[in-house]
């Protein structure tokens, strides 16, 4: 009982000050009791090994939206793409859009998959992919090799700084039938100029330093290109394979993890071939779900690594647990 009495006590005691604290801040008229917090920290990043491959992950950034139905199911009506977000514990009224470069190092390149959106991204607080490698222990000259899956903008957006490359070391690596679309004269006065505009600024000052591949090109060894179609006209993924172990970067071949995997015939806003891109999906997934290979989708919720399960209309995201750990 004593033993009981002096614990308590010494706990009253410790508790004390702390009370006497609060309540002489709670006196205070001019007291800031607000939890908003205006910290500067690094974007998120996320390392894993692939056989001797070691790659990175960085969040650019993150984007919320309303009105779901207006990018992804567009053929549907709200009402069923919102109870589809809600089966999945999602809000039906919005989403979140996320971007996620990758860089890979095979212990002989460092190569970057897409730049995000670099300056044009930072007053919404995009564009953060430089402070991520910073943080993980890279800098911009340490990239030997830059590929782009595609051209939209949140991919080419951080090819440049300030005018000039932001890669200064780099080369890049691109699909021939992208590049080709882009650059063609023929965009202008049609709904591809706003993008062709920034192919243009940030892409076609590199031209010389590209290597333009198709269907089975390869960046380097374990590193193969595979066509894509349909979310933009010449929209490549990659295959990378080290010591039996597997990842394939999808970029953009599904933009959501729910509405675009579980639903790949639904149509995408950002899809400029949406019939070609449904196809794309439908395949792609189906080799990643029957191989069980895994993957990184550039939109999924980071660190946007994880697989696919085939289920009866399409495919459930499973994300990555300790796969590559062991």
């Known amino acids: ?29 001019n007291a800031d009791t607000s939890m908003s917090i205006d910290h500067a920290m690094p974007p998120e990043t996320h390392r894993f090994n692939v056989g001797k491959f070691e790659v990175l992950v960085v969040k650019d950034g993150a984007r ?34 996320s971007f996620a470069p990758v860089l890979v190092n095979t212990g002989s390149d460092v190569i970057l998959f897409d730049t995000g959106m670099g300056e044009a991204g930072r007053a919404n607080g995009l564009g953060r992919l430089a402070e991520g490698l910073t943080a993980a222990g890279y800098t911009r000259e340490d ?18 700084e300030g005018g000039k490359p932001a890669f200064p070391n780099a080369r890049y690596v691109t699909g021939q039938a992208e590049y080709d679309f882009w650059v063609d004269p023929a965009r202008a006065g049609t709904p591809a100029e706003n ?42 993924i990659y295959r990378l394979e080290s010591d039996g172990r597997q990842l394939v970067l999808t970029a953009d071949t599904a933009n ?29 997934f189906d080799m990643i779900a029957t191989d069980k290979l895994a993957f990184l989708g550039y939109h999924m919720p980071f660190p946007a690594v994880g697989y696919a399960e085939k289920i009866e209309e399409g495919y459930r995201f499973v994300p990555k647990a300790y796969q590559f750990d062991i």
């Open 143 to 160: 990239v030997t090799i830059v590929v782009l899956t595609h051209m939209h903008g949140d991919h080419i957006g951080g090819l440049m």
């Open 64 to 97: 919320p939206s309303g009105k779901p139905q207006e990018t992804f199911g567009t053929n549907q009506s709200p009402e069923v793409v919102g109870a589809l977000l809600e089966a999945n514990f999602l809000p039906a009224d919005a989403f979140v859009n």
């Open 256 to 284: 959501h993890f729910v509405l675009s995997l579980q639903r790949p015939d639904w149509e995408v806003r950002f899809d400029m071939d949406k019939a070609a891109a449904a196809a794309t999906r439908k395949k792609v």
């Open 195 to 236: 993008g062709q505009k920034g192919v243009l600024a940030n892409v076609k000052p590199l031209a010389e330093k590209m290597t333009f591949i198709g269907d089975g090109g390869e960046v380097v060894s374990g590193i193969t290109g595979m066509a894509a179609f349909g979310h933009s006209p010449g929209h490549m």
């Open 1 to 29: 009982m004593k033993r009981r009495m002096v614990l308590g006590g010494a706990g009253f005691a410790l508790a004390s000050p702390m009370i006497m604290t609060r309540a002489a801040v709670a006196q205070q008229t």
